[in-house]
């Protein structure tokens, strides 16, 4: 009996130190764990702030792609456009040549977070083909947008059909575009088949209603009346 015993006591210590020996080699690889990768530790020691932190810069950060056509001119304008956003915006901007995207991201001097909205606006007027005077009111006032529309949208037109009624937004030597925009305040540009125009809410639509007429057919001068007499009623009510 006395044997039996002794081998009883003999087994228990055993599966004691086993189980031991098991939980300290899962603790050690708690350990290897944080000693790898620190976020463990950061998240002990400073309560749960690290981790917000590292999600906000991934979020707060904005990509417009450029266009290949306006490559040389984005090289042309570079500083225009890197010194509102960085003096001004207080933001962080750069141009990735792999990628061929304009990266623009909060900085730890930017006052306010609406203010990545704004610079990514600003640098999607200038690839729209807007100049850099006129896409620098995005950054100055808050209540003007940017409308893109193609034509078939209006209407369906190919080939020739197409290229005149591009004409006719144009005008002479541009001059239907520019009585439409001085008329409107709104800056308009036509690239090919597309349309950007860039203003405040009430005028872009005041501007896309003339252009679709155009596209539709309508005689200048027919579009011209339309135009100022709508404008004289909004100048009374200003």
């Not at 764990?33 to 979020?59: C, L, M, Y």
């Not at 001119?73 to 040549?97: A, D, G, Y």
Request: a positive charge.
């Amino acid at each position: 009996m006395e044997l039996e015993n002794i081998e009883v006591d003999a087994f228990m210590p055993a599966k004691k130190a086993q189980k031991r020996s098991a939980n300290a080699s899962n603790q050690d690889e708690e350990m290897q764990v944080d000693a790898a990768t620190g976020i463990e530790a950061k998240e002990r020691s400073s309560h749960g702030q690290a981790p917000p932190k590292a999600k906000r810069i991934r979020s707060e950060l904005r990509k417009v792609s450029v266009p290949p056509h306006r490559y040389s001119s984005l090289k042309e304008q570079w500083m225009k456009i890197f010194t509102p956003v960085v003096e001004h915006m207080k933001l962080q901007i750069r141009f990735n040549m792999k990628a061929r995207q304009v990266e623009l991201r909060i900085g730890p001097e930017t006052p306010d977070i609406s203010n990545l909205q704004r610079g990514a606006d600003f640098v999607k007027a200038f690839l729209c083909g807007f100049e850099v005077d006129d896409a620098l009111a995005l950054l100055r006032l808050e209540d003007l947008f940017i409308e893109t529309f193609e034509i078939k949208d209006v209407k369906t037109l190919r080939g020739d059909h197409q290229s005149r009624a591009i004409g006719r937004l144009a005008g002479k030597g541009g001059r239907t575009k520019f009585t439409i925009e001085n008329v409107t305040k709104t800056r308009i540009v036509l690239a090919d088949s597309k349309i950007h125009i860039l203003g405040s809410y009430q005028n872009i639509q005041l501007a896309r209603r003339a252009i679709c007429n155009l596209i539709l057919g309508s005689p200048p001068s027919k579009v011209y009346g339309n135009l100022r007499a709508v404008a004289s009623r909004l100048s009374e009510r200003m």
